[in-house]
């Protein structure tokens, strides 16, 4: 099984093109689908990771805290993959595992490529049925609808459905996953490409969030959720370790005050964690001092 992004997701050119995800399993009463139900599913997820992120942030907005359980990997990737040392004897007490990837290998046995997060696993059956973070926190926006708080945000309107998943495609293509493409670069020309397009979006959004409170006025969604995540890590991670320095993002007067406000709704603060992004994405192979940044100082987060 692959546990690095550069042994099969670096193309020819140089360019970062990151893997598919194999398990999407969708829920529901369809045929095809999975039941909604409660205490059947464990969202695994890690401090470090945005796309996990955003799932953690969705299942506390909607209040789906005593629906689905959650698991949490350590934020730095071993050798062998995502591993449980954050929990008792390292092993996930639900599961009963000391590696993501013998959830993946429950569900597919031939599996070859990452073990990621988010990871939905049915704890029927210890198998891996979701990792597919285009449309994970959808199917909890939407097929765990009978489950969520009585006040839960609407995140994924039916009306705004079609501009939000047309967004949603925008953020991660050039702003999600073009940060990765700068990072794991492996030519000049890919890297440049990468960080061209990424400032470019990062200026559009600046311009859109001026006259907005998040993107689409004043509604919290979905496509919320999928930038916060980018820019709660961008200078922490992305500006000093991925070399997307142009500008940091407390430089952008609107895309700052954004983050922030998002930081101040408590499923967002309380899934962020300045320290363990650090670790992840500073404790590297490349870092063979294991030297770990002083700063940011994340107290900015809350002056007005």
Known sequence: MSTSEKAKEVADDGTFERQTNQFTQRFGDGPDELAAEPNRYRLIWGEICPWSNRAAIVRKLLGLEDVISVGKVSPIRTSEGWDFTLDLDDVDPV??????????????????????????????????????????????????????????????????????????????????????????????QAYETAYDKLFKRLDWLEERLATRRFLFGDQLTDSDVRLYVTLARFDTAYYPVFHCNRNRLIDFPNLWRYAKTLYRIPAFRDTTNFEAIKKGYQLIKDNPYNILSKGPDQRIWDED
């Open 95 to 188: 599961l009963g595992i000391h590696y993501l990837g013998e959830a993946y290998l429950k569900a597919d046995a031939e599996y070859s490529n990452r073990a990621t997060i988010p990871a939905l696993i049915d704890i029927t059956s210890g198998k891996v049925v979701n990792n597919d973070y285009h449309t994970l926190t959808n199917q909890f926006e939407v097929a765990f609808k009978d489950y969520q708080k009585a006040d839960a945000p609407d995140l994924y309107p039916v009306d705004l459905r079609e501009e939000i998943d047309q967004l949603n495609s925008i953020l991660f293509h050039e702003v999600n996953n073009a940060v990765y493409q700068a990072g794991f670069a492996e030519s000049q």
